[in-house]
């Protein structure tokens, strides 16, 4: 019979979640640990590390887990990449659920960053006033650049203020729609907009708003991941885990 750990951290893994359970396929959702108060979901629930690739492989065998669905987000690629590691060791059949990367539209004024880092390295040297769409994680290199203001956005207050010398902070839960987005960028004076290219839908309005706005984005590109088995559909998980249940497709893959 499947056991499944799905690895979350996003609305895919939620979806998938509520698939599991309305099909009875064992399945646990994991959890980082990043945010305070997550949702209820209908399986049950671990949070925390594992301890890298050899603590995720035990943990695989400890619980006698058959298939890992990684369905984290797709810039957290050091889960993902332990993912792959560790489903290889442990001999478990592994598919990630992804979600497709934005791509710009007419009226849409973008330009590429590598990475943060690279993000940071493309900002003008006339103060800006910046919102940082990126989570609390990422934003105190942008402290290297000091003369610009930033509008932060997280799901949950910090325990300290971020190092940021200029900055305002929103604390809000999304969804946001096209109008909150806007109402958002346009009362913060906001004249450039950095973001991850996350794909999906939760996270989108903030690039309609800017296009809506006129306003530039800076989009950073997402970060290389091993060859995987993907699919962007959560049904088309559940398909392949009764697949890979029947027809031992090669492990780890
Ligand atoms: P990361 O850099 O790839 O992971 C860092 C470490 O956090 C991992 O090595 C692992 O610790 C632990 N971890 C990450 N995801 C986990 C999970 N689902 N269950 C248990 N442990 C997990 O990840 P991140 O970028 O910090 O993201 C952390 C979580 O937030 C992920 O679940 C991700 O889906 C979610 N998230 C991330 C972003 C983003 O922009 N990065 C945005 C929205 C949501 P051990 O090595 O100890 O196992």
């Known amino acids: 019979m499947p056991n499944i750990l799905l690895l979350g951290g996003t ?12 099909h009875g396929t064992a399945a646990v959702l994991s959890y980082a640990g990043r945010t305070e108060s997550p949702r209820p979901q209908p399986i049950p629930v671990r949070v925390g590390g594992f301890g890298g690739v050899s603590g995720l492989a035990a943990y695989l065998r400890e ?7 990684d369905a984290t987000h797709p810039f957290a690629a050091t889960m993902s990449e ?11 059949h592994l598919a990630a659920l992804t979600r497709p990367a934005w791509e710009p539209g007419p009226g849409d004024d973008w330009t590429a960053a590598a990475d943060i880092a690279g993000a940071v390295a493309l900002l003008p040297e006339t103060p ?6 990126l989570g609390r994680m990422h934003v105190e290199v942008f402290a290297a ?17 971020p190092a940021l010398l200029r900055h305002t902070l929103v604390v809000d839960r999304g969804p946001f729609s096209l109008d909150d987005d806007t109402r958002l960028l346009h009362d913060h ?6 973001c991850k290219n996350a794909g999906g839908t939760g996270a989108q309005a903030k690039l309609a708003a800017a296009r809506r706005l ?10 290389r991941l091993p060859a995987r088995t ?15 249940a029947s027809s031992g497709t090669e492990r780890g893959v």
């Open 214 to 223: 006129g306003l530039p984005v800076l989009m950073i590109q997402r970060p």
């Open 82 to 92: 332990n993912a792959v590691a560790a489903a290889r060791i442990a001999g478990v």
């Open 189 to 194: 004076a906001i004249d450039l907009l950095v």
């Open 63 to 69: 619980h006698r887990v058959t298939h890992l669905v």
């Open 128 to 133: 800006r006033r910046i919102m940082l769409a």
């Open 230 to 244: 993907e699919f962007q559909r959560p049904e088309d998980v559940l398909d392949w885990i009764a697949h890979a």
């Open 11 to 22: 609305t895919e893994a939620s979806t998938l979640a509520r698939l599991l359970a309305a």
């Open 145 to 161: 650049r000091p003369q610009h203001h930033y509008l932060l956005r997280f799901v949950d207050a910090p325990a300290q203020p």
